[in-house]
């Protein structure tokens, strides 16, 4: 997995590439949580993700729950249609806030 990170609007964007698994998503929790422990709402772009697995998943609903407590934003942007099926199979796609765009999500987010 490839994490970009930038920020917009003050909203902090992470772009995923290629598999979140076992290996690859302590890396995207620890960077979830550290900005949402910072207040920042966060938007994940989700595009290019090949591959997600329930440590994957774990990690987002971890940063969600998270932000929620801070009372922060968080929503996922631009979901693959592999990782769209996993959310679904989970029904977490009734839990996240998804968007259609990044852009969405930061002018929604920053509101």
Avoid at 10 to 28: A, R, W, Y
Wanted: hydrophobic share 40%; glycine share 6%.
């Amino acid at each position: 997995m490839n994490l970009s990170t930038r920020e917009e609007n003050g909203i902090v964007i992470f772009e995923l590439d290629g598999e979140v698994d076992l290996e690859t998503s302590p890396k995207l929790r620890q960077a979830l949580l550290q900005q949402v422990n910072a207040g920042k709402s966060v938007c994940v772009g989700m595009q290019d993700v090949a591959y997600i697995d329930s440590s994957g998943i774990a990690s987002l609903v971890e940063a969600y729950q998270t932000a929620r407590r801070n009372s922060s934003g968080f929503g996922l942007a631009c979901i693959s249609d592999s990782a769209i099926r996993v959310l679904q199979l989970a029904r977490l796609d009734k839990v996240f806030t998804i968007y259609d765009t990044i852009e969405t999500a930061v002018s929604d987010l920053s509101t």
